[in-house]
């Protein structure tokens, strides 16, 4: 089983980014998915979430109407598509499966898959 992300990187404030995670080894289809961020000494936060048929989407507070979570099952990836970046945005960026992913899990213990992150950074 793998999840792996892709797309961080270094960003100026109100500029977008377009993270990925491909996942291998599960039925990603059936699986509910998440993306919880982590900054710099502070704990994870759960950001988004998307249903199975990807027709129900929640967000934080902090990113709603910035961030958008996709997913496509043909082709077994998650997405989040992040505008008006923020500085407060920086973060190592987790993709997550099923588990507490539509009840804002944070934790990996709290999911069935964890992946490995990938860094966003938000700065001028």
């Known amino acids: 089983v793998q999840l792996v992300e892709s797309g961080g990187g270094m960003v100026q404030p109100g500029g977008s980014l377009r993270l990925s995670c491909a996942a291998s080894g599960f039925t990603f289809s059936s699986f509910d998915m998440s993306w919880v961020r982590q900054a710099p000494g502070k704990g994870p936060e759960w950001v988004s979430a998307i249903n199975t048929g990807g027709g129900s989407t929640y967000y934080a507070d902090s990113v709603k109407g910035r961030f958008t979570i996709a997913r496509d099952n043909a082709k077994n990836t998650l997405y989040l598509q992040m505008n008006s970046l923020k500085p407060e945005d920086t973060a190592l960026y987790y993709c997550?499966?099923?588990?507490?992913?539509?009840?804002?899990?944070?934790?990996?213990?709290?999911?069935?898959?964890w992946g490995q992150g990938t860094q966003v950074t938000v700065s001028s």
């Open positions: 997550a499966a099923g588990g507490d992913a539509l009840v804002g899990g944070t934790l990996p213990i709290e999911y069935d898959y």
